[in-house]
């Protein structure tokens, strides 16, 4: 085959701090780069053709300087191509734990094609081999079936310790761990609390069974939480008032599960003035990255939730774009939270 094009999305430069990543300047698509799938040297690895990108919140706190704020997840590099969470098809293969035609779901470069052969890849658990025996879309398992179900399932089982009857409040409640977690909260008999950023994603989220559900754009936080009753336990995508209001409309031993605090991955964050109620009312906070409970819960999770998602019984949404030259938009949109759903990049098909 003579070499086809290997387009890719390179992380340009650091967006200043509380402003929102700029396409074009902070991620700029490049498509000068090309590549022979059947003689690229493998060196021991495998060729994989991506096939689905997964566009999270996250990947605005990795937008900085190397030297800054330490987190567990590494800084990108400037001038090197983006990585997150992919499903790609392995065109060829020299290791073991792959083959030809397999699918696989992990960490993959922003471009449509890749060799693996960095021995800290093939030596540890970063890939996984997709059955897929219910035939669900791939893009389903960077989404649902991906790290975002697996965050909403992994920590409500660890830090919930939800019982019939309690009350749980869900921010973000539209997006892809939100919705899950609405729908686990459901099933296990809890009456659901839930916010949305608009009047769509509110319906979305009443058709999932959340017992309240309103627009936290135009509806007020605390006098919902306050006419409810209080809450037991709170799943938190957002943190800043948000996280005040919930505070103040706790009940005792309430579990507060820290997810995100999107409201300040691009802006100056606001500090909660109540955190002494963490105190009075003994109050459980946890927060959590969802890679420190996959040993505890992943296998779990592939066993149950693909089975419930094609059965029906776990819905999701998904926001669709197509190429590599959509990454810079999508990007922003799901820092704005103007996506309709799980936003994903389909790069490529079969």
Sequence with gaps: MAPVRNARVVFNEVPAPNTFPEPGKTTVYDDSETIDPDTVPLNGGFLVKVLVLSIDPYMRGRMREPHLKPRIYASFRTHNTFTNFAVGRVLRSEHSAVKAGDHIYGHMPFQEYAVFADPAYLGSDVFRVLENKECLPWSAYVGVCGMPGATAHHAWHEFAHAKPGDTVFVTSAAGPVGSTVVQLAKAGGLKVIASAGSDEKVAFVKSLGADVAFNYKTG????????EGGIDIFWDNVGG??????????????RFIECGMISAYNAEGYAPKNLTLIVGKEIRLSGFI????????????YKEIPALVAAGQIKYTED??????????????????????KKVIVVADE
């Design 290 to 301: 969802v890679g420190s409970l996959y040993h505890k819960y992943r296998d779990q999770f």
């Design 241 to 254: 008032e948000t996280l005040e209001a919930a505070l103040d409309a706790a009940k005792r031993f309430a």
């Design 320 to 341: 669709k774009s197509v190429g590599l030259e959509a990454a810079g938009e999508a990007i922003v949109a799901v820092q704005k939270g103007t996506n309709t759903g």
């Design 220 to 227: 007020d936080t605390r006098a919902v939480l306050a006419r």
